[in-house]
């Protein structure tokens, strides 16, 4: 039987996958169809003329996926650095209940849970590409994108975990210190 964690994850992880695939198909053909380039698609696959359009249509097409995933990865990264709710403003918390919108105020839980999602897509998109760019069927640069991409969210994501922590351990001191301050009324 699998874990409640695990089937969590697989659970946020449809999602993303199926607009990761999606935007790889579509913009296979958009870009194709822009470029002028004619292709096929047959049981073995999708067959272009030479690998010259092959380099092209596939390289912008993984920037489109990229594209998709700074867009999957950009909502989870505001989701955490503006409406987590243990650092959360008063002011932010009461505009969103007035709109309605107390649904984007989540917990460490379900940010956390998103981002690993979206961070596992970004480090299997970095480990494809490096392989494709190293067999000359992308872009260099396609490669150097998703890298920067990356790193730069592993990072907001590190300090964001490293401010809950301090904000965690505050927490703990405070409750600590709470049982010797005087309540109202022990001392009478």
Do not use: C
């Not at 490669?143 to 490293?162: K, N, Q, R």
């Amino acid at each position: 039987m699998l874990s409640k964690i695990l089937i969590r994850l697989i659970d946020k992880a449809i999602i993303p996958a199926t607009l990761l695939l999606a935007s790889r198909i579509i913009s296979i053909i958009l870009i194709s169809k822009y470029l002028g380039i004619d292709f096929k698609i047959t049981q073995d696959g999708l067959i272009l003329q030479n690998s010259y359009d092959y380099l092209k249509v596939n390289s912008y097409s993984i920037l489109f996926m990229v594209v998709v995933l700074v867009i999957g990865l950009g909502y989870v990264v505001v989701k955490a650095l503006l409406f987590h709710s243990s650092h959360i403003k008063p002011t932010t918390t009461a505009k969103l209940f007035s709109i309605k919108a107390q649904s984007l105020i989540q917990n460490s839980y379900e940010i956390y849970t998103q981002g690993s999602v979206w961070l596992s897509y970004s480090y299997l998109l970095l480990i494809l590409t490096a392989v494709m760019a190293m067999s000359n069927l992308v872009y260099p640069w396609v490669f150097y994108s998703i890298l920067g991409v990356s790193i730069l969210v592993t990072l907001i994501f590190i300090f964001d975990a490293e401010e809950e922590i301090k904000m965690k351990k505050n927490e703990e001191w405070l409750d600590n210190d709470q049982k010797y301050l005087e309540k109202p009324g022990e001392l009478e």
